[in-house]
């Protein structure tokens, strides 16, 4: 009988039934005492029956538009042509896409493996037509890793809090890199808590160890794994000089003089931003308003940086390093507004919004306090908590920054006064003292576009935001 | 005659038979899944007509409700792609409210997960979009119209063409799901 239907697939095969340019070959499945033959579609095999070979429940659901797989405690969510997926509730990128076929979806063997197999406990194993599946995941159960860091003076203490145990050895792979490596487990960076360092540029994570780019002149100082939440902490701080004799090279900071304003001309480079009807783009607006804002505050003996000073462009977070590294009294990031809506016009200006993080922040501090099995030599949670309440007091401040250069600007200028409002905008993202991203005006509006551009209006918005500025500062 | 023509086709069959066994190496035969099962579709029931709030952009650049009764299904994946569908099509009332998404749109993909957070997956812009504004609107009217009227969901997060990105227009942090946000609602 199993002759007969092996012959049946071959002449219906050769006798084109199915379609011979799709199912060019056929794999064989075994698992445990059965096993399947299942047509390969191009370069991927239909994944349905491999599934439910596993006595996995696969089906469609036209609802979602999503192939739903459920094996025990486990669930996946993919869908046809997507490079994204859910895994047991946590969203995930593949490198490549299912695909539709005449049995619904094919995959290759790396995306069946690695997607559909291993987050229910399998993997395969190459046998002469085909693969067996083995119970195990070739790929290390995951780690989920969450990431909070805190800024204190010249240091930084990064946690990466774990699901669940997991040996780690942390090393600084190259100047400003810091690689931490899980021993059979594969980290999956939870980016529920919004990240708040000015000294962290980013985490990154492959199949086993995480990736930590630091800003310029920072390096690791020590680094501790922990228990009773399993855990790592990471002190970062001032690069410490390399032994062997360097070039002299110059230093980022070359002095530390008095604490600058840092003013952030928006966008730059490739990135464009807005552009008016007449073809004047953002990136010029604000480099133009941002130079005569510096010549306005350091004529009033300020000291000024730009994050940009010509057209470059920068990367958000990079923006806000800067005004951390150089311990900024302000931070003021420069844009110009468009909307779909050409009529939409006036000012307004932004700081830090925390919607949706304030619980998980505040459930990564209760974390932290419990670390009552530290060292003397580890850092008291109280600190943390601490430090919770100066990014409280940092919203604070910023927002009567913000009011103090909106009512400015609605003063001198006479503009439709859009208000103070809050966004969690990603340059405001991780500085730690006042900041504000200031909307000087509408570009996609014809008329506020051609104010935005003359220069005697661009020296009013300067000033504007200037006196905002002092009124802050000289409270 | 007949019982020639039958015995020669006998022999065909079982002269393939014992090549295709050859071939195996003589390993017993495997089972044959059913590997091309069709797709089970539900039987289709009329959803009953509610009301549901859709967010637009208003000539001040803020949200604008409009209320629209439209069939609504309870599962939760149909019911944001009503919504998602109704806010696509955008706003009746134009040119008073302007629809959210500047560009001609699809929904891609719904996930949800347990914990109550919606990933709608929109195609791409085909060219970069500018403005805080644009983006807020955008992001801020799919997930509060979403939010509004899916009580299961908690928090959207927004992808284009199947990825996860940090921004669209260079302000707003797109790279986790955002909650509800009265604040870009205009007061009625």
């Keep these: ?23 060019d070959r056929t794999f064989e499945f075994h698992f445990d005492q059965q096993a399947i033959v299942v047509p390969k579609f191009g370069p991927k095999v239909e994944a349905l029956p491999v599934l439910e070979l596993l006595g996995a429940e696969a089906r469609f659901s036209p609802a979602a538009g999503t192939y739903g797989v459920v094996y025990g405690e486990h669930t996946i969510q993919f869908a046809v042509d997507h490079k994204v997926l859910l895994v047991d509730g946590k969203l995930r990128e593949a490198r490549e896409v299912p695909s539709a076929s005449p049995g619904g979806v094919a995959v290759s063997l790396t995306y069946l493996e690695r997607w559909l197999l291993s987050p229910l406990g399998f993997h395969l194993e190459p046998i002469p037509r085909g693969y067996r599946i083995v119970r195990g995941s070739r790929f290390a159960d995951p780690v989920s890793v969450r990431p909070v860091a805190a800024d204190f003076g010249t240091t ?29 487990a594969t980290p999956q960076l939870d980016g529920s808590v919004p990240f708040r360092s000015g000294r962290v540029r980013s985490l990154t994570s492959n199949e086993q160890s995480v990736l930590v780019k630091l800003a310029p002149g920072i390096g690791l100082i020590s680094w501790h794994p922990l228990e009773t939440p399993p855990r790592v902490t990471i002190e970062l701080g001032p690069a410490r000089p390399t032994p062997t004799p360097a070039p002299a090279r110059a230093p980022v900071v070359t002095s530390r003089g008095p604490q600058p304003v840092v003013i952030d001309p928006g966008h730059g480079g490739d990135d464009v931003g807005a552009r008016s009807p007449a073809g004047v783009t953002e990136k010029e607006v604000t480099l133009a308003v941002a130079r005569r804002l510096a010549r306005v505050l350091e004529s009033r003996g300020r000291a000024v940086r730009l994050t940009r000073d010509g057209d470059q462009g920068r990367a958000l977070t990079d923006r806000t390093a800067l005004a951390n590294r150089l311990d900024a009294t302000v931070f003021i990031s420069l844009h110009a507004n468009a909307s779909t809506v050409a009529s939409v016009a006036g000012a307004e200006t932004y700081y830090m919004s925390l919607d949706g993080a304030s619980d998980e922040a505040a459930a990564a501090t209760a974390d932290l306090e419990n670390r009552a099995g530290l060292s003397s030599e580890d850092r008291s949670p109280l600190d943390l908590i601490l430090w919770d309440l100066a990014q409280a007091d940092v919203l604070n401040e910023s927002s009567r920054l913000a009011l103090a250069v909106q009512g400015r600007l609605n003063a001198r200028l006479g503009l439709r006064d859009r208000g103070v409002k809050q966004a969690p905008f990603v340059v405001l993202t991780g500085a730690t003292m006042p900041a504000i991203l200031v909307e000087i005006g509408f570009l996609s509006n014809p008329s506020e576009a051609e104010r935005l551009t003359a220069p005697e209006n661009q020296q009013q918005l300067a000033e504007a935001v200037a006196a905002g500025i002092e009124d802050f500062l000289g409270r | 005659m007949n019982w020639r023509v039958a015995l ?32 089970e579709l539900p039987t289709p029931t009329p959803a009953p007509e509610q009301r549901v709030i859709l967010l637009f952009t208003g000539g001040d650049g803020m949200l604008h409700p409009e209320l629209r009764s439209v069939p609504l299904p309870d599962e939760v994946h149909e019911r944001i792609r009503v919504v998602m569908r109704e806010l696509l ?37 085909p060219e970069p979009l500018s403005g805080s504004s644009t983006e807020l609107m955008l992001a801020y009217g799919v997930v509060n119209s979403i939010i509004l009227n899916c009580p299961e969901i908690s928090a959207v997060q927004i992808l284009f063409g199947g990825h996860e990105v ?16 009265k604040r870009f609602i205009a007061a009625s």
């Design chain 1, 1 to 23: 009988m199993r002759t007969i239907q092996l012959i049946f697939i071959t002449l219906a095969l050769g006798a084109g039934l199915l379609p011979a340019q799709d199912y």
């Design chain 1, 156 to 184: 930084t203490t990064l946690v990466l809090s774990l699901n669940r145990d997991a040996a780690v050895e942390v090393e600084e792979t190259e100047p400003g890199t810091i690689t931490i490596h899980f021993d059979d």
């Design chain 2, 8 to 39: 020669i086709a006998l022999a065909a069959v079982a002269a393939v038979a014992l090549l295709t066994w050859l071939l195996q190496g003589g390993k017993p035969p495997i089972e044959q899944a059913e590997v091309l099962d069709l797709v």
């Design chain 2, 89 to 125: 099509a955008g706003p009746r009332s134009a040119p008073r409210l302007s629809p959210l998404v500047p560009y001609q749109a699809s929904l891609e993909a719904v996930f949800v997960d347990e914990n109550g957070n919606a990933y709608v997956d929109l195609t791409a812009p």
């Design chain 2, 166 to 181: 940090e921004t669209l227009t260079g302000h707003l942090d797109l790279s986790r799901p955002l909650v509800l946000n």
